[in-house]
């Protein structure tokens, strides 16, 4: 059915067609060049089954009166029978100026001799002869020869037969020619190119770049379409080129209507037309698919009407938005209606409806060149009514500023009462928050004495206990070192009685009697183990009054140098009773510490209060069978020093974390204390720029404090 419809269209084109004989086309010195299509015979082979002598026997040839006949557009392939006598001296080439062809074979018949000679889209642009566009082909014709030439052509595209018969250097200036329109046309796309291009990236207006795209895909189409791209972009690639025309109408037609829709803002003022070109969108893009898959004519026929509507569309769409009021669509009308005048004469030209001349051949070219000259006026037009808009709106914003400043200035002097006003408010309630926050300092240091005082209370009776023991102890021997001193002072006053003259033997076993009887020896071993028992005791008294002096020495104002091993031990010999009592092992592993700049006696404090935790924590939690232990390390780096303090007692949870440093938050008995205790352990290393840690492990709970050990003020 598809077949014999081509058939039916070649007839009916065929107003100006006649059957008759075959004739001689004769080229002589002063041809130049010789449109073949009105001295050819056309066979249509519909099945494509044809051979040479079918051809050559076929009487029913259908001649054309036109030089360039339309056969259409159809899947059949076509048989063109010719006869030429070369008269002149020049070598004949002929040119098939239909780049769009699927394939031409040339047979040159010369009595019994037979020669063929094969052009193929599928084949790449390098293994032609002639450099040319379009297809071409040596004729062989030597001065005086008569020879029948035989064209054998298909396409899934529009058919012109435009063929010609011409010397070398003809159509060399005939090629040349149409390169330096086609060079003109490109130029003019290249200018329009960079000159959107550099004003889209001035003022980022989106329509310009959906132009800029438009102007792309456009010129690859125009290009491509008259074979140049094949001959210089894609030379080795005919698959490619195949597919490549039907690729860049569809990008073409897609980016232009992104354009129509952006520069004429069709969502804001039709939003049903905008929806129509969403439409045609999908169209261009089924089309395309079909065309993917194998079904090209149909495609391209699609393709040929689709842009034709489209075009009525866009001019529709303009015409509309005109009445609106909108400038730009002027130019934009003006450029459009070129186009698509252009465009019909194009197309009517591949239905015979329009001569096949030069002006015909090149009216796409010639109407997208003046379309985009048009479109480029339509979007400098735009520029300017952008321009009038941004001075209008600029001198809407000056007299708005004018009012503004007006009412600033009011403004201003109503706030500056009321910031006077504010401002004695303000200095008032700081005077307030000052003498409030002096009340809080002298407040806290309140609360921190009282909680040392606390703690030293809480301590009082295991520090007397602590003395008490010593002090008994030297009580305990001091009646009998004065006994034993007494006998040593009569045995001396023994001595002194000696008279060397009188009775001097007696008075020597008198006093030998009395050393036997309060065995001398044994009372020298006593007073020496007396006097070491009160040195002891003494020493004892000594180190804890030490302690004492240093847990409770006054701080300064200023940070000074401090040994913390010593305030550390301080406090465990503060709380030896308790620990003692506790039967609690205390192992200590202390590094070597650089001294450290801080408030010694708050510190000392701080260290108490966390030990005093650390007891609690194993008194309460640690089984009575299993003896407490307290592990107390300490090291350093080079700017920090650091002191663990691990006990044997189940890990601290989460929740205790959290609630352990909250202030009066208790954790032995109502009235053991008040809560404060780390608390304030933790301002105080705080106010050292150091931290607290508290770790639950396996082992125990860790509390590790982290000093520096050069104070750098926060402020």
């Known amino acids: 059915m598809k077949h014999s419809s081509a058939a039916f269209l070649f007839l009916f084109f065929g107003i100006t067609k006649c059957f008759c004989a075959d004739t001689v086309l004769t080229y002589t010195q002063f041809s130049k060049k010789i449109q073949i299509g009105n001295h050819t015979g056309f066979i249509i082979d519909s099945r494509n089954s044809y051979i040479l002598k079918q051809v050559l026997d076929d009487t029913s040839k259908i001649f054309h009166t036109q030089p360039s006949p339309n056969l259409g557009l159809s899947n059949n392939t076509y048989w063109a029978v010719f006869h030429l006598a070369n008269l002149s001296s020049d070598s004949l080439i002929l040119r098939f100026n239909q780049p769009l062809l699927h394939e031409v074979t040339l047979y040159r018949i010369n009595g019994k001799n037979i020669s063929q000679t094969t052009c193929s889209e599928t084949k790449p642009f390098t293994s032609r002869k002639y450099y040319y566009a379009s297809y071409a082909f040596d004729l062989n014709a030597n001065a005086g020869d008569t020879i029948t030439y035989v064209l054998k052509f298909n396409s899934n595209k529009p058919i012109i037969f435009d063929v010609n018969v011409a010397s070398t250097n003809v159509a060399a200036k005939e090629e040349l020619q149409q390169e330096i329109i086609t060079g003109i046309y490109i130029g003019i796309l290249f200018v329009m190119f960079f000159y959107n291009l550099f004003i889209y990236f001035t003022i980022r207006d989106p329509s310009y770049l959906a132009y800029v795209c438009y102007i792309i895909f456009m010129g690859l189409t125009h290009v491509t379409l008259p074979g140049y791209s094949f001959k210089y972009i894609w030379p080795d690639y005919p698959a490619f080129n195949d597919l490549a025309i039907i690729l860049f109408i569809t990008l073409a037609s897609i980016s232009a209507i992104e354009f129509v829709k952006v520069f004429l803002k069709t969502k804001q003022h039709t939003p049903l037309l905008n929806k129509c070109f969403s439409l045609f969108e999908i169209m261009f893009i089924a089309v395309f698919i079909l065309h993917f898959i194998g079904n090209k004519l149909f495609a391209f026929s699609i393709v040929q009407l689709g842009t034709f509507v489209l075009s009525l569309v866009i001019i529709g769409t303009a015409v509309k938005i005109i009445s609106i009021g909108y400038r730009p669509a002027v130019f934009f009308l003006i450029a459009w209606i070129v186009l698509l005048i252009s465009a019909c004469i194009y197309i009517a030209k591949d239905f015979d409806m329009a001569p096949y001349n030069f002006f015909t051949i090149h009216a796409m070219q010639i109407g997208s060149g003046l379309e985009v000259i048009f479109l480029s006026f339509a979007l400098a037009d735009r520029i300017n009514i952008l321009k009038k808009e941004k001075e209008n709106l600029q001198t809407q914003t000056l007299e708005a500023l004018r009012q503004n400043e007006l009412i600033v200035k009011n403004q201003n002097i109503l706030l500056e009462k009321q910031v006077e006003e504010r401002t004695k408010e303000l200095q008032h309630t700081n005077d307030e928050l000052f003498v409030t926050i002096a009340n809080l300092k002298q407040t806290q240091t309140q609360l921190i004495s009282s909680e040392k005082m606390a703690s030293l209370g809480h301590l009082t009776a295991g520090i007397v206990h602590e003395i008490n023991n010593p002090i008994n102890f030297v009580v305990s021997n001091v009646k009998p070192l004065k006994k034993d001193i007494e006998d040593i002072y009569e045995l001396i006053q023994k001595y002194e009685t000696i008279d060397p003259v009188h009775d001097l033997q007696n008075k020597i076993e008198e006093i030998n009697s009395f050393r036997n009887e309060i065995d001398y020896a044994y009372l020298k071993n006593e007073i020496g183990s007396l006097l070491k028992g009160i040195e002891d005791g ?128 208790k954790t032995k008995e109502t009235g053991e204390d008040i809560g404060l205790g780390m608390s304030i352990a933790l301002s105080i290393i705080h106010e050292h720029n150091g931290k607290i840690l508290l770790n639950g492990t396996d082992k125990g709970t860790e509390c590790i404090v982290s000093l520096p050990i050069n104070y750098t003020s926060k402020d």
Do not use: M, W
């Open 538 to 665: 003494a020493e004892r008294t000594a180190g804890i009054v030490q302690g004492l002096k240093t847990y409770s020495r006054p701080d300064e104002n200023d940070f000074k140098r401090a040994d913390i091993t010593e305030g550390i031990n301080s406090s465990l010999t503060l709380l030896n009773k308790k620990i003692t009592t506790a039967e609690i092992q205390v192992i200590k592993t202390f590094s070597p510490l650089p001294l450290i700049e801080c408030f010694p006696g708050k510190l000392n404090q701080a260290f108490l209060n966390i030990l005093n935790y650390v007891l609690y924590t194993i008194e309460e939690h640690v089984p009575r069978k299993k003896a407490g232990q307290i592990n107390i390390t300490t090291s350093c780096d080079n700017y920090t020093v650091y002191v663990s303090i691990l006990n044997n007692c189940p890990g601290i949870t989460d929740e205790e974390k959290d609630k352990i440093f909250e202030p009066f938050a």
